[in-house]
Structure formats: C-alpha cells, structure tokens
C-alpha cells in the first residue's frame, strides 16, 4: 500500500492568515492525489483533485499544488468556515489511501 | 445535485454481519464506480472497496477476507457486507462516487452518503 503522510497534525492559525498542510506519499503518485475538508458530524468534502485542480463550488482561496510525492494545500486568506481537518488522499493504485489528517484549530 | 442516501443497521454483536445499502437518485447510477470508506471513532479515513458498472469490484487487501459490495442496477443501489464483526469494526461507515465516468482506475470521491455510525459491541 501506499503510504500517505501529512504534516502538521494539528495547526493553529488565525482569520486572514495563509495556510500550508503538506502531504508527501511513500512512491509515486503522478498528480493523483486530492484533499478533503471534513467537519465534525459531516462525511468529507472535495476541494482539489489531481493535486492542482479545485472543485466545482469550492472557493479559490484554496489552492493545491504539487507532483510525485510532495504535495501541499494553501488557504490564503483564511476564514472562520475553514477551521475543520484536512485529508490527502491518492488514487495513483488499489488501494486508494488517505493521510492521517490535519486539524486546522483557530488560534 | 446528486445525492446518496445510506441506511443500515446501527448496533452488531461481534461476529456478526454488518450490512449496509447506499441508494443513488440519478439515473448516471450505471456510469459511475461506487465507493465504501469507514472511520473509527476520533480517527482517519480507510477505504474498504469500489464497484463498477459492470459489478467489478476492488477490495482493500486488509479487509478483503470479510467483504462483498454489490450492485443492484435496478434500484439504483449498492450494498456492503462485512462478516465477523469485531469492536475493531466500530466506525462511522460512508458511501461515496468516484468522480469520473467509466472510470478504470482508483479515483477521488466527489460525492457522499451522510454516514451511518455502526457500533460493534457484546
């Protein structure tokens, strides 16, 4: 399996900052890799698929980048809707695998 | 928008079965992969298998020995069954779309069922 690994665990920002959660996978994924928001009670929500292109109704102040085994998302410009946990997960092969999760905590 | 609504049973003995459906209100059921991801309590997400159109399936290797997906094309539904439960079950089950149509290999999910929390206890 593939393993993915984020970083940090937990991160602490404030409204209006600019946010980095990096994501690097244990081979080579191309740029299949996506990030989820999930808040708490709800199922995960897509922001970016392969690894740069965001979602249909998702605000343009996410932004992802990154190809091979390093990847980050960015929130510039952070809002109070934004404080929830970020996952990265690839689709590069079976199984697809998830990162353990990175918990945005308002500062 | 699509939607997937999922429904189950909550509460298993161990070394029962769970089982679960995800029904799908669009007639694109046939043209998608369908997805079954779990969360334990407080952790992260595990992807437990895919179906395609065709009722091709993937299964996660770790849990491969214990679980069916199915389709049933008629009633726009998929369904999850994983047999001999243990507490190690105990998690928050979901259904998801794989985003691309006709998709032949793993994909990200763009749309998901609400969850249903199975809780395995004697």
């Known amino acids: 399996d593939i393993q993915m690994t984020q970083s940090p665990s937990t991160l602490s920002a404030s409204v209006g900052d600019r946010v980095t959660i990096t994501c690097r996978a244990s081979q080579f994924i191309s740029t299949w890799l996506g990030w989820y928001q999930q808040k708490p009670g709800k199922a995960p929500k897509l922001l970016i698929y392969q690894a740069s292109t965001l979602e249909s109704g998702v605000p343009s102040r996410f932004s992802g980048s990154g190809s091979g085994t390093e990847f980050t998302l960015t929130i510039s410009g952070l809002q109070p809707d934004d404080f929830a946990t970020y996952y990265c997960q690839q689709y590069n092969s079976y199984p697809n695998t998830f990162g353990q999760g990175t918990k945005l905590e308002i500062k | 928008q699509v939607q997937l609504q999922q429904w189950g049973a909550g509460l298993l003995r161990p070394s029962e079965t769970l089982s679960l459906t995800c029904s799908v209100d669009d007639e694109s059921f046939r043209a998608y992969c369908w997805s079954w991801i779990r969360q334990a309590p407080g952790k992260g997400l595990e992807w437990i298998g895919d179906?395609?159109?065709?009722?091709?399936?993937n299964y996660n290797p770790s849990l491969k020995s214990r679980v069916t997906i199915s389709l049933h094309t008629s009633k726009n539904q998929f369904s999850l069954r994983l047999n001999s439960v243990t507490a190690a079950d105990t998690a928050i089950y979901y259904c998801?779309?794989?985003?691309?149509?006709?998709?032949?290999?793993?994909?990200?999910?763009?749309?998901w069922g609400q969850g249903t929390l199975v809780t395995v206890s004697p």
């Open positions: 998801a779309r794989e985003k691309l149509e006709m998709a032949t290999k793993p994909d990200a999910f763009d749309i």
């Open positions: 179906i395609n159109e065709n009722a091709g399936t």
